[in-house]
């Protein structure tokens, strides 16, 4: 097991490396470079290519990768060309945020997904099922733009500001700045309307897949057998069937966490929040190709890494798998 | 008619101006509190001499203190400077600074500062933007302490415009404090790095989340600031923006979105939204000459394949856009149709509505004089930017108005950045929309549009331009420089060289319990005053 967890993580370096440079020369390839950007209206072209010689931006793509991947080894990450920032300190002040709305979206969509199907399942064909699936394709079938927008102009247009539109409060001890917003009540009234945002597509899709899990796990030999033993329904549903039936759930998850990200850049620039999303996609824009690389760097580092924690998952779930 | 269906928008636009100070002033003000404000956009960096976006400046203007300022009606006031003098050759500027103007630092504004921090500006390693309107200054002297003066190459009618306002004026650096830090802990916003003599310091920025002002105890004008602090995020979305706004979690919105003016309106009725005369144009620039020998940039010129050609510039950007059509489309009417180079708030404009009149019939028969018709169709691109949904809008008007001429326009959307890489570095481009920056002067349009600026996007190689520009800034009658004024217009829109649409309305907004704010649009927003009626 030890072998193969540390055989699982020396694979995400190459993959990593792999998908930094993709995003690399993805960067290099589209129009415009941050040079236009940070001189702005004091622009000349002579200008110009004195700060691309400086910045090494006039070299060939592989050498700046290589010249920026030689940096990482010695954990520097590179500064913004715009703002001068370090990269790594940008990332982490803005990681927690999207931490915790990723986590806190899962959670939304687990707490919604979990009752649905097994109710959908339990009571297959009946108004309750019909319910659960109907609300789960709507759920599929709205952007979480959308989504947000609605909430926002329910809860902090039309209620009167019962929720913040916008901003972010921390919780208390997790301030990474000089000044924050620390409060717990209110690092749950920031996070609340994204999480939902963020969490009801995600909520649609498992409730889907978890209930076709269940409506063949319940059918099962096994599931007939703790029936026939005596067992009480919640133990057999909860513990025989709803855990079996997790396994291609837990491995959906894992693959939706690339989709949180994705879709966290959508809902932090809505709901204004500093976290890592508004820093990718400023970034792309403005072209800053430090700011970017970290961003790459940090999501496909996550992405791996929760994926291999749900690969670890599998074992609790189905004891007869074991890794060597 | 016109003068008429004016008058009221006028009154109204005159008391939203004028309103805000008045209603201040009446009440006595009080101290403390967090204005709390919203941007649009994200703040570049924080070196004030070079960082582009308004954003910026807004708080360069709050940070840092300039020499003079100038009022909504056109009047300069001192701000570091108590008095200032013009030689009568029109040569030299002394200016008269106060005693009691201190850095953040406690280092003094001094005479040396001044020098300092203009000489810095001219400097072309410090790469800034602002260096282009400094063409016209020879030297910065020290007379004394509290005496600097600027001598001149030639007369400058503008000397006093551009230090209140050309990028939104002058912002003066502690020289200790610059030396000590580096550009880069300056654009990061780096405690201590970031030194004005404004009336708040510059706590903390954190880029995405929030920048943070203090009021500044020291400052040289008694009584002022009233508020303790300024917070300012930024919010892009403008639904997230009106919604946090309606919710009281903002007091002011720097500047907000024309298109949903009515909205708020409509959802938060007792909101003070304040605008005022047009600065800013919006045009749809046709590019008239492209790189002869490809190389982007080369000063062997060609016509530009379609556009190169005046009488297809005149068929299309002349009599082929309907600009009111335009207007009443994208800005629910809440902007005017104007084809001068020069927006209609701008000093000096001249109306020159009547050069262009639409005319499909007449455009249409411009362009079969070309050559263009069914058998040889005229097509084009238009870029639009991605930076605010109107440019997309317009092009999208644009392109309906030139099928009705025969022609196809084909709308190419890009970002901001792509949209600069291309214009900026002599890309091929047919037409594009957008708004540029707001114009005080006419003068300070010259770099946007003279044969040689980097930023004259069309790439027109007339010197005829920079002459009438070189005429109208030395010309210090005011009466003879608008004559000037006039027959430059005249000339842009005979040549097309600078394709108009129309002025470009900017807003902002203001909780009614915000006080003493004096709207002067994008080019001085001073925090100094203001105060909260809570």
Redesign the interface.
């Known amino acids: 097991m030890r072998v193969w967890i540390l055989r699982r993580l020396l694979q995400i370096v190459p993959t990593v490396l792999m998908i930094t440079f993709v995003v690399f020369v993805m960067m290099q390839s589209?129009?415009?470079?941050p040079v236009?950007?940070l001189?702005?209206?004091?622009?000349?072209?002579e200008?110009?290519i004195k700060?691309r010689e400086a910045y090494g931006l006039d070299r060939p793509v592989l050498v700046q990768y290589v010249i920026w991947l030689g940096k990482l080894v010695r954990g520097d990450w590179g500064?913004s060309i715009?703002?001068?920032?370090p990269v790594l300190s940008?990332v982490l002040?803005?990681l927690p945020v999207t931490l915790e709305l990723i986590v806190l979206s899962m959670a939304v969509a687990l707490a919604i997904a979990v009752p649905a199907s097994i109710i959908g399942a339990l009571r297959q064909n009946t108004w309750a099922d019909y319910t659960a699936t109907s609300m789960a394709m709507i759920g599929v079938s709205i952007p979480e733009f959308f989504i947000g927008?609605l909430l926002?102009?329910l809860f902090?247009?039309g209620l009167?500001?019962l929720l913040?539109?916008?901003?972010?409060v921390y919780l208390p001890g997790t301030c990474p700045?000089?000044?924050?917003g620390v409060s717990l009540w209110g690092n749950l009234q920031h996070v609340l309307m994204p999480a939902l945002a963020l969490g009801v597509g995600r909520a649609a899709l498992l409730t889907r897949l978890l209930r076709a899990s269940m409506l063949e796990v319940i059918r099962t030999e096994y599931v007939t057998t703790a029936r026939a033993k005596g067992l009480s329904e919640r133990p057999v549903v909860l513990k025989h069937a709803f855990k079996n039936a997790l396994i291609p759930t837990v491995t959906v998850m894992g693959l939706q966490v690339g989709f949180l990200i994705g879709g966290a850049i959508v809902v932090e620039?809505?709901?204004?929040m500093?976290?890592l999303g508004?820093?990718g996609i400023?970034a792309i824009?403005?072209?800053d190709y430090q700011q970017v690389q970290g961003f790459a760097l940090i999501t496909a580092f996550a992405f791996v890494v929760i994926n291999l924690l749900v690969d670890l998952t599998y074992t609790f779930l189905d004891p007869r798998i074991r890794y060597a | 008619m016109r003068s008429r269906r004016l008058l009221p928008s006028f009154l109204v636009l005159l008391a939203c101006t004028l309103s805000l100070p008045l209603t201040g002033e009446a009440q006595s003000p009080k101290r403390g509190g967090t204005l709390r404000v919203s941007y649009g956009n994200e703040i570049s960096n924080l070196d004030f001499h070079t960082a582009p976006g308004y954003e910026m400046m807004w708080v360069a203007m709050n940070v840092g203190c300039g020499l003079v300022n100038i009022t909504p009606d056109g009047k300069f006031v001192g701000d570091a400077a108590e008095s200032w003098q013009m030689s009568p050759d029109g040569l030299l500027y002394t200016f008269k600074l106060r005693k009691n103007v201190l850095f953040h630092d406690g280092t003094p504004v001094d005479a040396a500062a001044v020098k300092f921090s203009i000489d810095r500006l001219m400097d072309p390693a410090t790469k800034s933007g602002m260096r282009s309107f400094y063409e016209s200054v020879h030297s910065v002297e020290v007379l004394d302490p509290l005496q600097v003066q600027i001598r001149l190459k030639q007369p400058y009618a503008f000397m006093l415009h551009m230090l209140a306002a050309y990028r939104t004026g002058l912002v003066l650096y502690s020289p200790i404090a610059t030396q000590k830090f580096s550009v880069e802990d300056r654009k990061q916003g780096k405690p201590g790095a970031v030194v004005g003599c404004g009336p708040f310091k510059l706590v903390e920025w954190v880029k995405g989340g929030h920048l943070i002002m203090e009021r500044f105890d020291k400052y040289f004008v008694p009584g002022v600031p009233y508020l303790d602090r300024v917070v300012i995020r930024t919010i892009k979305d403008p639904v997230t923006e009106m919604a946090a706004f309606k919710a009281g979690e903002i007091d002011f919105i720097a500047s907000f979105s024309p298109e949903h003016v009515d909205t708020l309106k409509a959802q938060v009725p007792n909101a003070v939204i304040m605008t005022g005369k047009e600065t800013t144009p919006m045009l749809a620039a046709m590019k008239v000459t492209v790189p002869k020998d490809g190389k982007p940039m080369s000063k062997e010129r060609a016509p530009h394949p379609i556009f190169g050609d005046l009488r297809v510039r005149k068929a299309v950007g002349c009599y082929g856009i309907d600009r009111k059509e335009i207007v009443k489309i994208a800005f629910k009417g809440h902007a005017t149709p104007w084809v001068g180079m020069n927006p209609p708030g701008t000093l000096d404009t001249v109306d020159v509505n009547h050069m262009c009149p639409y005319d499909p019939a007449k455009a249409k028969a411009m362009l079969t004089e070309v050559g263009y018709g069914p058998a040889k169709p005229l097509t084009f691109d238009i870029i639009a930017d991605t930076e605010k949904s109107v440019f997309n809008v317009i092009a999208t008007v644009i392109k309906e108005q030139m099928t009705r001429i025969g022609a196809t326009a084909n709308i190419r959307v890009v970002d901001k950045v792509s949209w600069m890489n291309t214009t900026l570095q002599d890309g091929p481009w047919d037409m594009y929309v957008e708004d540029l920056l707001s114009l005080i002067t006419l003068d300070s349009n010259a770099y946007l549009s003279n044969s040689t600026s980097t930023w004259s996007h069309p790439r027109h190689n007339d010197k005829r331009v920079d002459e009438l520009y070189a005429r109208y800034a030395r010309e210090m009658d005011a009466g003879k420089r608008k004559l000037i004024a006039k027959e430059m217009q005249e000339f842009f829109v005979e040549n097309m060289y600078w394709n108009n649409i129309s002025g470009s309305p900017f807003y902002m907004v203001a909780q009614p319990w915000m006080k003493g704010y004096t709207y002067n649009a994008e080019f001085e927003v001073h925090y100094d005053k203001v105060w909260l009626d809570k």
């Open positions: 589209i129009p415009g470079d236009v950007a001189l702005g209206d004091a622009y000349t072209e200008d110009a700060i500064a715009l703002t001068g920032r940008d002040v803005r927008v926002l102009l902090s247009f009167g500001g913040p539109s916008s901003g972010w700045t000089m000044v924050c620039t809505l709901f204004a500093p976290g508004t820093f400023d824009i403005s072209r």
